[in-house]
């Protein structure tokens, strides 16, 4: 077979920020395994991120891996700028074209008998016309789950949306989603843009380029496994047309040896977790962009040490406390001596911005994770066994939330979006579901522990279905016997 291949430049392009990076870091790996011979540069838009990134990959034991920055200096990473200018972000993105251009141009000059594929973040979709003037083939990756992103890309291409029972803004009416006659959502699973996006805004017009590419690339890898996701990866299907799509996740960082056999001196929180019993620990952690309210932040506190159940909690600052540095925490957060109490009496520990999110998960003290779900989270917890309660921010969380509490049966939703107004008292009853003696939290534990076996499976190299598997057909398909650059 290898007498067959062809010689090909592998270009990764991923969006900058933490919960895109991760999984490309994974994907990079994964094309190595796939095929061994290939060249793989990852491109970064920010010369300011590039060495820790070449740190990151050469931890990952991907010495071999080049990257190239393009200078985007003057716009901050996504998960250090305020939510709203994200758009702008998307938006300046594409001033990188005339750089990336002479990036790929410069591949193909230094050798030409060699085929160029552009694997591009699904909100980096000017990149196709680079790589089509190059004669390079292009694919974009969806870092996201295939339900989810059936959803949100469907939803923005059907704006502006009218809910069928909603008589104002505020009623959370329910609507069919446009082309899946089956789903239906309501008023409050759509962010506030997407609920007044009329068509010509400047969300709608950047998402609808990104639909096109996605409609016009020659494949589309998706960070979910066909067992994982085989309804959301139908209806992706469904929406996409005649574009190849290859389920080549779950992409995943594996957990650190050492967690896995209680060893954890190294690290306070892990070596906290490793003095709690089994399955009795919740997880609190928002992801890397979003994050909740002050208000909100006082009564989840509150509703966490009412369940008297132990936890670990990985606090952002709040929405409106943007600048406050990586340290310090401010009394508008959290209740007066909250975090001595919890820590001093061991019910938990409260952790400033970032934690190590897939040792924690790996850790068997973990029993279930309150998560805004992120499909990154979302499939680390899985790939652990571990149950969630679900509370989804934005974008397409409020779809993968959906999924898991209505398809799949591991998550509780209990709260939803930026302004949800929470109660206590529901909180301490839905960690109680998840980490007391129920029969929801067996169930869920089971149908968990179902999903983990899922995911391990389509991570092993052997299946059909492994995503070392579906890469190498990705590669068959565009660089073996049939070339869809040359066509
Ligand atoms: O303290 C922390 C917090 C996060 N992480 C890691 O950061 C990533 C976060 O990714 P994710 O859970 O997907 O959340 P976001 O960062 O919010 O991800 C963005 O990207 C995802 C994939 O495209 C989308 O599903 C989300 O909606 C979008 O907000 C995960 O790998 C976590 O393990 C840590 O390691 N430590």
């Not at 709260?415 to 169930?443: I, Y």
Request: charged residues 20%; aromatic residues 8%.
């Amino acid at each position: 077979m290898a007498g067959s291949e062809r010689r090909v430049h592998v270009v990764l392009f991923p969006f900058m920020a933490q919960g895109h990076v991760l999984p490309f870091r994974c994907l990079a790996g994964l094309v190595r395994r796939a095929r061994p011979g290939a060249s793989v540069t990852v491109v970064v838009a920010a010369p300011g991120a590039a060495d820790s990134l070449r740190a990151s990959l050469a931890a990952d034991g991907l010495h071999g891996v080049r990257v190239h920055a393009l200078p985007l200096d003057d716009h901050p990473a996504a998960d250090t700028c305020h939510r709203d200018q994200l758009i702008a972000l998307f938006v300046a993105s594409e001033s990188l074209r005339p750089a990336f251009r002479r990036f790929v141009a410069g591949l193909r000059a230094a050798d030409p008998g060699a085929g160029v594929h552009v694997m591009a973040d699904m909100f980096l979709g000017w990149t196709l016309g680079v790589a089509r003037d190059a004669g390079a083939s292009h694919s974009v990756v969806v870092t996201c789950g295939a339900y989810g992103s059936a959803l949100y890309f469907s939803l923005w291409s059907s704006v502006p949306l009218v809910p069928d029972t909603a008589s104002s803004p505020d009623d959370d009416g329910a609507f069919t989603v446009p082309r899946f006659p089956g789903v239906t959502l309501r008023r409050s699973q759509l962010t506030d843009h997407l609920a007044a996006a009329d068509g010509t805004d400047a969300c709608s017009t950047f998402i609808n380029k990104q639909v096109a590419a996605l409609r016009s690339t020659d494949a589309l890898l998706v960070n979910t496994a066909e067992s994982l996701e085989p309804e959301g990866l139908a209806m992706l299907r469904r929406f996409l047309g005649s574009v190849p799509v290859y389920p080549i996740g779950p992409l995943l960082r594996a957990a650190a040896p050492s967690t896995v056999k209680n060893n954890n001196a190294g690290s306070p929180i892990l070596a906290w977790l490793d003095k709690q019993l089994p399955g009795s620990v919740l997880y609190v952690s928002f992801g890397s962009t979003y994050t909740i309210s002050a208000p909100q932040m006082m009564e989840l506190a509150a509703g966490l040490e009412k369940s008297a159940h132990r936890f670990v909690w990985v606090i952002r600052p709040p929405a409106g406390f943007d600048d406050v540095d990586g340290e310090s925490f401010r009394p508008e957060w959290l209740p007066e001596g909250f975090r001595e109490r919890v820590e001093a009496g061991g019910q938990g520990l409260v952790v400033r911005c970032w934690a190590p999110q897939v040792e924690i998960l790996a850790h068997a003290a973990t029993g279930a994770f309150l998560t805004h779900c992120g499909w990154n989270s979302v499939q680390e917890s899985l790939a652990h066994g571990v149950p969630l309660l679900g509370w989804p921010l934005s974008a397409e969380q409020f779809y993968n939330a959906k999924m898991l509490a209505e398809e799949m049966g591991v998550c509780v939703e209990v709260a939803r979006g930026m302004r949800a107004a929470l109660s206590r008292d529901k909180f301490a009853a839905a960690v109680e579901t998840v980490l007391g003696d129920t029969v929801e939290r067996a169930e869920m534990r089971r149908k968990a522990a179902k999903m983990k076996g899922v995911i391990s499976a389509a991570r092993e190299s052997g299946g059909d279905g492994s995503s070392v598997k579906v890469m190498e057909r990705l590669f068959a398909d565009m660089h073996g016997t049939r070339r869809v650059a040359d066509k």
